[in-house]
């Protein structure tokens, strides 16, 4: 957004009038185009409305209610549609909602409706900490004010001008790179979409500059949680979200006869039943996809398994393997697939094709009767559990372990707890190199997942997982979607229920729509430990199976990855274990987020990555300063660095034992 004064000499009372004369005009002016257009340039008569005995026609060619349309919906305008024509097609989307509403009441009477999880306490809180600041300093709200209301007169004056002239005049707010939200025609050709899109993202870049002012004075946790709760309602205030301000909303609509909006109601009556009157935005095709046919499918067995977790073991694709076998822990935050989508963005696949015996630990999808599950349990049950298995059926005294997000977190804890053994474990081989993918350890920064850890949140998450035994997937959905509402939200709001589409098949979202759930205890315990306590990074403040664990005992040779845009694990958090651990450590930091980032095959040739040689700085900008940037995937790079730990080349080895083929049925169990 770009602003001027006007006169500096002026006073800031005339300013302000002259800014709120300026508006007066335009909303004027506005009523008299409106009214011409709606009039002088008038869409043509509908067709008669067909018999009854004539089926009705489809939007394809005209809309259930008969009326004729044009197929090519970007011909429509909707500033000079005839006001009766719609007053007819919203009366006609009435009628149909009422009666679709009328079904869904009778189809969930007698039906449980799920509360609500939200609470609106730190949202609360948070504004009342924010008015008494603005309270203590009247001078930067009333400036504010003035300078909006310039911005204003000047957006005023530019839309009065291009009303006169038909010329676009030079904008006084524009999208930020990469905003994809104003794409459309209209908001560049249509003076009056042009005009909303520009008032809100003056008023947005005022609030957001007032606010950034404000907190700049305030505790970092108090910040973030007024920004980021700011940034939420700036964001549903967007002119795109809604039906009358978004044009091809209106398009779609008058091209159906409002056959769009009818359709999307539906599409929100499906979610809400769906959700047990809880809303459940569907944000791909659900039955698109289906787990080990279309997705999931590198072939494998499951040859060990507990209460907690499958082990998979892959079906080798080369003559030859390594012989150092290969563990792949995945977050239990979400399930295992997300490294094995499809062949083309196969994580695990891409490993087992570079000549590694790959397995890989599924776990099972929670339930009240995991209420007691410990992180710990996590760590015996999971990764020790699953390296005992891999050393019996491989005979191997060696392994090399990957963990991914909280299953980093975990292995790092399991790598404390062994440096401490003693003696080690005769039936765990000895870990090779380690792998972290996207790993908080040390929690002081958790970026804006902070939002929502503190005591009276924690508390409250406490009370509800005690009567549930789990905290429930949805929720945990729905917080992760809620940082990134611009992208896993608004657009899925817009086009199922204003347009009235269907989801575009899309397998990244549909694993990002089927969650597990946690157990109590080691949520709880996650939470509070590692979040709010940070305990994990300080020496011996954290005990697992009664040994205190310090990742300064850690001497296992160390491959790091953080990506640069996550709003999960910053990476400048993930950075600092690189000056903890004390055996050499690689850190390598990709492009884009916290999945897309990590899941980056080579022939996409997307992203980039940053290497850094020689020591590693402990300020990790520093490290950025002096890295080297390269183009692609950073697995090529990765399989070139685990080649010293992963032994020489042996005959592959066959699967001898198998439960069932992968992969698996634990990751088969959808909560949502």
Excluded at 158 to 183: S, Y
Excluded at 659 to 667: C, F, K, Q, R
Aim: glycine share 6%.
């Amino acid at each position: 957004m770009t602003t001027t004064d006007d006169t500096p000499e002026q006073s800031a009372g005339q300013k302000l009038e002259k800014s709120m004369d300026a508006v007066a005009a335009l909303r004027q002016a506005m009523e008299r185009r409106l009214a011409e257009e709606t009039t002088a340039a008038p869409v043509k008569e509908p067709a008669p409305s067909p018999k009854a005995e004539e089926p009705a026609k489809t939007a394809a060619g005209a809309s259930k209610g008969g009326k004729e349309t044009t197929p090519d919906t970007a011909a429509l305008s909707p500033l000079s549609c005839d006001p009766v024509e719609w007053t007819r097609i919203l009366r006609h989307v009435g009628q149909e909602c009422q009666k679709l509403f009328q079904d869904y009441g009778t189809r969930m009477q007698g039906k449980k409706v799920e509360p609500i999880s939200f609470t609106p306490a730190p949202f609360i809180e948070s504004f009342t900490q924010l008015s008494t600041h603005l309270l203590q300093d009247p001078e930067a709200f009333t400036s504010a004010q003035l300078s909006l209301w310039q911005n204003y007169a000047k957006l005023t004056r530019a839309t009065l001008e291009r009303m006169q002239t038909g010329k676009p005049a030079a904008p006084v707010a524009e999208p930020a790179k990469g905003d994809k939200r104003f794409n459309g025609t209209d908001w560049q050709t249509s003076w009056l979409f042009d005009f909303l899109k520009q008032a809100y993202l003056t008023s947005a870049a005022s609030t957001r500059d007032l606010i950034h002012t404000e907190t700049a004075r305030m505790p970092k946790d108090q910040a973030r949680k007024i920004e980021f709760y700011t940034r939420l309602f700036l964001e549903s205030g967007a002119p795109n979200n809604f039906w009358a301000t978004n044009p091809d909303v209106l398009r779609e609509a008058f091209a159906t006869n409002g056959d769009s909006l009818i359709k999307g109601f539906q599409n929100l009556l499906d979610d809400l039943e769906r959700g047990n009157g809880t809303l459940r935005l569907k944000m791909t095709d659900l039955n698109a996809f289906k787990i080990g046919e279309n997705i999931a499918t590198t072939q494998g067995k499951v040859v060990y398994q507990n209460d907690l977790m499958q082990l998979i073991q892959y079906e080798p694709t080369t003559p030859t393997v390594k012989k150092t076998p290969f563990l792949v822990i995945p977050p239990w935050i979400n399930k295992y697939y997300i490294l094995d989508l499809r062949e083309k963005n196969s994580f695990i696949r891409y490993l087992v094709s570079q000549g590694h015996t790959v397995y890989c630990i599924s776990w099972a999808n929670p339930t009240r009767s995991h209420a007691l599950t410990q992180f710990e349990d996590y760590m015996e049950k999971g990764a020790f559990d699953a390296l005992r298995a891999i050393k019996r059926l491989t005979g191997e005294e060696r392994a090399n372990v990957l963990g991914y997000c909280i299953g980093g977190t975990m292995l790092s804890c399991a790598l404390a707890w062994l440096a401490k053994a003693d003696p080690y474990p005769a039936d765990l081989p000895q870990i090779a190199s380690a792998t972290y993918l996207v790993t908080m350890i040390d929690f002081k920064d958790p970026g804006d997942l902070g939002v929502f850890i503190d005591e009276a949140q924690i508390k409250m998450l406490e009370e509800r997982m005690a009567r549930q035994g789990y905290m429930d997937a949805g929720s945990m959905m729905t917080t992760f979607n809620l940082l990134r509402a611009n992208d896993l939200i608004w657009p899925f709001i817009i086009n199922n229920y204003l347009m009235g589409r269907e989801p575009f098949p899309f397998d990244l979202l549909y694993w990002n729509t089927d969650p597990v759930n946690l157990p109590a205890a080691m949520h709880s315990y996650y939470l509070r430990k590692m979040y709010l306590e940070n305990k994990l990074i300080v020496p011996n403040a954290l005990s697992m199976k009664g040994t205190p664990l310090d990742l300064r005992e850690i001497k296992v040779p160390v491959f790091m990855l953080a990506t640069k845009e996550d709003h999960i694990a910053p990476w400048k958090s993930v950075y600092v274990p690189t000056q903890i651990y004390s055996g050499p450590v690689t850190f390598v930091l990709s492009g884009s987020g916290h999945i897309a980032g990590v899941v980056n095959p080579p022939d996409a040739q997307k992203y980039g990555y940053w290497t850094h040689d020689g020591e590693l700085p402990e300020n990790p900008e520093e490290w950025l300063a002096t890295a080297t940037e390269h183009k692609g995937s950073w697995w090529p790079a990765w399989i070139e660095w685990l080649k010293a730990y992963a032994g020489a080349d042996i005959p592959a080895r066959t699967i001898t034992e198998s439960i069932e083929d992968a992969p698996g049925s634990y990751v088969k169990v959808r909560v949502v």
